[in-house]
């Protein structure tokens, strides 16, 4: 069975410019978590979905983030416009409900670095 | 609201030697702990999980975990560890979202395990 698949694995991009970060979950999972990793802060989550529906954005760090699941297999984090401070890592978890225990699949991870 | 300490961010080990890695937490309800290990360029990867039972735990590669209530603890053993052991090591506390809750995993600063030749 198929992992959290991320793509694209590193991006390179100057300031200013959009990046989109794209997450196929595990098939049947109905979670879907972003979260971000830093040196300085360690994982943050950024925002999860349950259903395809936003839940909790609080992570968010501005307005320049946006996320979208438009169907039970994908999701996109956008950020427009970026700026060097968004340079870190961006992963994605996904999961299921049925009687799980609230382990997270993660995938192998976005690396992002904003000129 | 709930957090997770891993208080030391660098150890380092001889091949050979016993391993333990601290985690407390805080958390106002039974926590769903977990342990998960991210090698260099890698996505994080499951250990161990606790949610109720045994309080000593065994996962993947050797490791072993125990919960303490009484403590906040969920340290992470192992009795031998290898070369290839060398890592970050994250600790982790969620709700089980069995019971309704539906959080996303809180997670520590993690630790990074060097090993000794």
């Known amino acids: 069975d198929a992992g959290v698949i991320q793509s694209p694995r590193h991006e390179v991009t100057e300031m200013g410019q959009e990046v989109t970060l794209r997450c196929k979950p595990i098939?049947?999972?109905?979670?879907l978590f972003w979260y971000r990793q830093t040196m300085m802060r360690g994982l943050e989550l950024l925002i999860y979905f349950n259903n395809n529906v936003p839940i909790d954005d609080s992570g968010m760090p501005e307005d320049r983030f946006s996320a979208k699941m438009p169907n039970a297999s994908f999701s996109t984090l956008k950020i427009q416009p970026s700026e060097p401070r968004d340079s870190a890592v961006y992963f994605c978890?996904?999961?299921?409900?049925?009687?799980?225990?609230?382990?997270?699949?993660f995938g192998e991870g976005s690396r992002l670095t904003v000129l | 609201a709930q957090s997770v300490t891993q208080p030391d961010i660098h150890i380092t080990v001889s091949e050979g030697a016993s391993l333990e890695l601290r985690c407390n937490y805080s958390y106002g309800a039974t926590p769903y702990l977990f342990w998960y290990v991210q090698s260099p360029g890698q996505g994080l990867q499951l250990l161990l999980k606790y949610f109720s039972g045994d309080t000593l735990v065994q996962g993947i590669k050797g490791f072993e975990a125990e919960f303490k209530r009484s403590q906040s603890s969920f340290n992470l053993r192992k009795p031998s560890v290898h070369w290839s052991d060398a890592a970050e090591y994250f600790c982790?506390?969620?709700?089980?979202?069995?019971?309704?809750?539906?959080?996303?995993?809180?997670f520590g600063k993690g630790t990074h395990l060097i090993i000794q030749p």
């Open positions: 982790a506390v969620g709700a089980g979202y069995s019971g309704g809750g539906a959080d996303g995993l809180t």
């Open positions: 978890a996904s999961r299921g409900t049925s009687g799980g225990t609230g382990e997270l699949f």
């Open positions: 098939s049947g999972h109905d979670y």
